[in-house]
Protein backbone atom coordinates (compact mmCIF):
# COMPACT_ATOMS: atom_id res chain seq x y z
CA UNK A 1 0.00 0.00 0.00
CA UNK A 2 1.53 3.35 -1.47
CA UNK A 3 1.42 6.40 1.60
CA UNK A 4 2.14 10.06 0.98
CA UNK A 5 2.52 12.23 3.64
CA UNK A 6 2.75 16.24 2.89
CA UNK A 7 4.58 18.72 4.02
CA UNK A 8 5.68 22.19 3.65
CA UNK A 9 2.23 24.12 3.61
CA UNK A 10 1.61 27.57 5.75
CA UNK A 11 0.63 31.15 5.18
CA UNK A 12 2.94 33.54 3.34
CA UNK A 13 2.55 37.29 1.87
CA UNK A 14 1.09 37.53 -1.66
CA UNK A 15 4.53 37.43 -3.74
CA UNK A 16 6.21 34.75 -1.67
CA UNK A 17 7.22 31.23 -1.91
CA UNK A 18 6.29 28.40 -0.55
CA UNK A 19 7.92 24.32 -1.41
CA UNK A 20 5.97 21.55 -0.76
CA UNK A 21 6.85 18.36 -0.32
CA UNK A 22 5.47 14.72 -0.54
CA UNK A 23 6.87 11.59 0.72
CA UNK A 24 5.99 8.44 -0.80
CA UNK A 25 6.71 4.78 0.79
CA UNK A 26 5.26 1.90 -0.28
CA UNK A 27 6.45 1.79 -4.49
CA UNK A 28 6.41 -1.60 -5.66
CA UNK A 29 7.65 -2.62 -8.68
CA UNK A 30 6.19 -0.76 -11.97
CA UNK A 31 5.96 3.01 -12.92
CA UNK A 32 3.88 5.98 -11.26
CA UNK A 33 3.27 9.15 -11.64
CA UNK A 34 2.08 11.76 -9.08
CA UNK A 35 0.19 15.27 -8.99
CA UNK A 36 -0.42 18.11 -6.67
CA UNK A 37 -4.10 19.13 -6.33
CA UNK A 38 -5.67 21.94 -4.31
CA UNK A 39 -9.24 22.88 -2.96
CA UNK A 40 -10.58 26.30 -2.08
CA UNK A 41 -14.03 26.02 0.16
CA UNK A 42 -16.83 26.26 -1.81
CA UNK A 43 -14.71 25.06 -5.00
CA UNK A 44 -13.83 22.20 -6.87
CA UNK A 45 -11.03 20.12 -6.00
CA UNK A 46 -8.19 20.61 -9.23
CA UNK A 47 -5.08 19.13 -10.53
CA UNK A 48 -2.58 21.87 -11.07
CA UNK A 49 0.67 20.05 -11.47
CA UNK A 50 1.58 16.35 -12.90
CA UNK A 51 5.13 14.48 -12.74
CA UNK A 52 5.61 11.42 -14.62
CA UNK A 53 8.44 9.55 -11.78
CA UNK A 54 10.48 7.63 -14.62
CA UNK A 55 11.06 10.41 -17.01
CA UNK A 56 10.53 13.70 -15.22
CA UNK A 57 8.03 14.81 -17.57
CA UNK A 58 5.79 17.47 -16.11
CA UNK A 59 2.13 19.35 -16.67
CA UNK A 60 0.83 22.56 -15.78
CA UNK A 61 -2.72 23.69 -15.35
CA UNK A 62 -2.59 27.46 -16.79
CA UNK A 63 -2.94 29.30 -13.67
CA UNK A 64 0.53 28.53 -12.17
CA UNK A 65 2.43 28.14 -15.58
CA UNK A 66 5.31 30.02 -14.87
CA UNK A 67 5.40 30.03 -11.20
CA UNK A 68 5.03 26.66 -9.67
CA UNK A 69 7.83 23.91 -10.39
CA UNK A 70 6.86 20.29 -9.88
CA UNK A 71 9.70 17.78 -9.62
CA UNK A 72 11.14 14.69 -7.89
CA UNK A 73 13.72 13.01 -6.54
CA UNK A 74 13.40 8.97 -7.12
CA UNK A 75 16.17 8.42 -5.00
CA UNK A 76 13.88 9.72 -2.17
CA UNK A 77 10.70 9.10 -2.91
CA UNK A 78 9.87 12.43 -2.73
CA UNK A 79 7.64 14.72 -4.97
CA UNK A 80 8.45 18.38 -5.06
CA UNK A 81 6.09 21.43 -5.72
CA UNK A 82 8.33 24.88 -5.90
CA UNK A 83 5.34 27.32 -5.44
CA UNK A 84 6.90 31.33 -6.16
CA UNK A 85 4.94 34.35 -6.94
CA UNK A 86 1.96 33.04 -4.74
CA UNK A 87 -1.48 34.90 -5.22
CA UNK A 88 -4.14 35.25 -2.52
CA UNK A 89 -6.46 32.84 -4.87
CA UNK A 90 -3.70 30.06 -4.32
CA UNK A 91 -5.31 29.63 -0.79
CA UNK A 92 -6.35 26.34 -0.57
CA UNK A 93 -5.96 22.69 0.60
CA UNK A 94 -3.46 20.95 -1.23
CA UNK A 95 -3.12 17.37 -1.23
CA UNK A 96 -0.67 15.06 -3.02
CA UNK A 97 -1.34 11.80 -5.01
CA UNK A 98 -0.15 8.88 -7.21
CA UNK A 99 -0.88 6.27 -9.49
CA UNK A 100 0.48 2.94 -10.98
CA UNK A 101 0.25 3.40 -14.64
CA UNK A 102 2.20 3.83 -17.61
CA UNK A 103 2.92 7.13 -19.35
CA UNK A 104 -0.06 7.61 -21.87
CA UNK A 105 -2.22 6.79 -18.74
CA UNK A 106 0.10 10.23 -17.23
CA UNK A 107 -0.71 12.04 -20.25
CA UNK A 108 -4.45 11.58 -19.58
CA UNK A 109 -4.62 12.01 -15.90
CA UNK A 110 -6.21 15.18 -15.03
CA UNK A 111 -8.82 14.37 -12.18
CA UNK A 112 -8.94 13.15 -8.80
CA UNK A 113 -10.43 9.69 -10.03
CA UNK A 114 -7.40 9.03 -12.41
CA UNK A 115 -4.96 8.84 -8.77
CA UNK A 116 -5.40 6.00 -6.75
CA UNK A 117 -2.97 6.98 -3.59
CA UNK A 118 -4.02 10.34 -1.71
CA UNK A 119 -1.94 12.42 0.83
CA UNK A 120 -3.37 14.47 3.76
CA UNK A 121 -3.51 17.98 2.31
CA UNK A 122 -1.50 20.70 4.12
CA UNK A 123 -3.03 23.83 3.77
CA UNK A 124 -1.37 26.85 2.04
CA UNK A 125 -2.95 30.39 3.15
CA UNK A 126 -1.50 33.64 1.04
CA UNK A 127 -2.31 36.76 2.01
CA UNK A 128 -2.43 39.77 0.23
Known amino acids: QVQLVESGGGSVQAGGSLRLSCAAS????????AGWFRQAPGKEREMVASIYLPGGITYYVDSVKGRFTISRDNAKATVYLQMNSLKPEDTAMYYC?????????????????????WGQGTQVTVSS
Open 26 to 33: GYTTGTYY
Open 97 to 117: AASRGSYITFLRARSGTDFTY
